[in-house]
């Protein structure tokens, strides 16, 4: 199985915005969404994720077929307490427990050394365990995880080098 991780560009950004509406109708079995007019998820849903230079995202090909993508957010504000956050992830079904999300998640986690904030909805059981297991693994187990008011699971943990912290 081959992995490649790719930067949207203009080029690839439909790509994107396709993947997305997929992303959105799964989120309906834990929030309320409905669908437009014309069919589709509103725009708005993905375009708050994308706009701006502080976020990454990537597409994820397994064989050449396209698998699902993650954005990434830099966050610079002194008021945080971290810098960089996973805003969005997605591996469709079928690429779904074959490693394909790990090396997605570890990947963006090396490619972004800073103090990350990974969070989950408290009602989206799979995410929480999925990211549980992930950052574990990836951190030996130096991370730290709260639940917020608002119903949801957030990691933190730095990989940054220690002399830069």
Request: hydrophobic share 40%; no cysteine.
């Amino acid at each position: 199985m081959q992995i490649n991780i790719i930067s949207v560009t203009e080029a690839n950004r439909s790509v994107l915005e396709n993947l997305f509406q997929f992303y959105v109708y799964e989120f309906t079995s834990i929030v309320n969404f409905d669908v437009a007019a014309d069919g589709r998820y509103p725009d708005d849903l993905f375009n708050h994720n994308f706009v701006g230079s502080n976020h990454y995202p990537f597409l994820v090909q397994v064989d050449e077929q396209w698998a699902g993508f993650v954005i990434a957010e830099n966050r610079t504000s002194a008021a945080l307490n971290y810098t960089m956050r996973v805003a969005e992830f997605f591996v469709m079904h079928k690429y779904r427990r074959h490693g394909i999300g790990r090396y997605l998640a570890v990947t963006l986690f090396a490619r972004f050394p800073g103090r990350w904030k990974v969070a989950a909805l408290s009602n989206n059981l799979r995410a929480i365990d999925f990211w549980r297991t992930v950052i574990a693994e990836y951190t030996s187990g130096n991370y730290e995880e709260v639940t917020t008011e608002t119903n949801a699971v957030i990691q933190y943990f730095d990989n940054r080098p220690r002399t830069d912290r």
